[in-house]
């Protein structure tokens, strides 16, 4: 029903930036919970930011490691969300995913994966030291 494909994944220095971009298939704005996930090497996949946006109010959620660095976003317009990634640190290595589900109303946990009921394939994020 809802398609997620990731993009904007690469390899980058300690310190650099990264901006990711998830295309879906049709309007995922007010009434959808908005998510991006990553799973490093040998770690579970955890919650990295949320957005969701009904009646003109907008809820956002940062993990505390990505806070003050990462900005999520979207476009209804262009049906994108958007992972801006600034001081990427080598810690930060891995799958990308971003994550999708239509919610009546806001959710206590929304960096849970078990929240979300549309993924995207991935796209991986390498940073070097």
């Known amino acids: 029903q809802v398609q997620l494909v990731e993009s904007g994944g690469g390899s980058v220095q300690a310190g650099g930036s990264l901006t990711l971009s998830c295309a879906t298939s049709?309007?995922?704005?007010?009434?959808?919970?908005m998510g991006w996930f990553r799973q490093g090497p040998g770690k579970e996949r955890e919650g990295v930011a949320s957005i969701y946006v009904v009646g003109g109010v907008t809820l956002v959620n940062y993990a505390a490691a990505v806070k003050g660095r990462f900005t999520i976003s979207q476009d209804n317009a262009k049906n994108t969300l958007y992972l801006q990634m600034n001081s990427l640190k080598p810690e930060d290595t891995a799958m990308f995913y971003c994550?999708?589900?239509?919610?009546?109303?806001?959710?206590?946990?929304?960096?849970?994966?078990?929240?979300?009921?549309?993924w995207g394939q991935g796209t991986q994020v390498t940073v070097s030291s």
């Open positions: 994550a999708a589900a239509k919610s009546p109303s806001p959710v206590p946990n929304p960096l849970d994966s078990r929240q979300y009921n549309y």
């Open positions: 049709g309007y995922t704005g007010s009434g959808y919970l």
